[in-house]
């Protein structure tokens, strides 16, 4: 849910243009909110950016991997969560937050594109689940890990085990297309913070 400059992941090879870099993003972008998954296709976004097919698939492997990108550049900067709060309303304010930007700009897009084109593609998939995903826990966890330190939750706190509960509870709004549900994500914080998974003594 927090990211690291997207920049800093590139792929090594030629230098990139930021220009070229910037529309490009911006075509797929575009080209995503006004087609969606089924209508986007780099040729679309070389047409879209004035760019070549080469140039594309010389930073981005396939589509979903530009996809990804997209997403991170357009949700890097949309989620600041006041550390002044306690954890329960941070993390409700997080989740407000997130399904927001999936419901509302092209990221909720991009992410179930994204989600779907990696089932299929060894590649992708291993890019969800060892990269993609772990820029997403990053915020939440150093939100729990704070509360931790500050006595709000256990020191025995199931961090880990927290973070799954939450994105099974927001993927499954997310890939059902009911994120305007946002009424349940109150009574989901407040048992979530109630019940409050521990870590199993060795």
Not at 77 to 100: G, K, N, Y
Request: glycine letters at 4%; aromatic letters at 10%; one cysteine or more.
């Amino acid at each position: 849910m927090s990211d690291e400059n997207p920049k800093s992941r590139r792929s090594a090879g030629a230098v990139r243009s930021e220009a070229s870099h910037q529309a490009i993003i911006d075509a797929a972008k575009t080209l995503l909110s006004e087609k969606g998954y089924v209508g986007f296709s780099i040729d679309g976004v070389a047409r879209l950016a004035g760019a070549s097919k080469p140039t594309i698939y010389r930073w981005w492997a396939n589509k979903a991997q530009l996809i990804a990108e997209v997403y991170e550049v357009e949700s890097a900067c949309a989620i600041h969560i006041p550390e002044d709060l306690e954890v329960s309303q941070r993390f409700s304010l997080m989740l407000s937050t997130l399904w927001e930007l999936w419901h509302n700009t092209s990221c909720g897009v991009a992410f179930r594109s994204f989600i779907a084109e990696s089932q299929n593609v060894k590649e992708n998939m291993e890019l969800l689940r060892d990269q993609f995903m772990a820029r997403r826990f990053a915020l939440p966890r150093q939100i729990l890990a704070t509360a931790v330190r500050r006595q709000e939750l256990p020191a025995d706190t199931d961090i880990e085990l927290m973070l799954v509960i939450t994105f099974g509870f927001s993927w499954f709004h997310l890939l059902t297309d009911n994120l305007d549900q946002t009424e349940t994500i109150a009574p989901f914080i407040q048992h979530l913070f109630t019940a409050i998974p521990r870590k199993h003594q060795a």
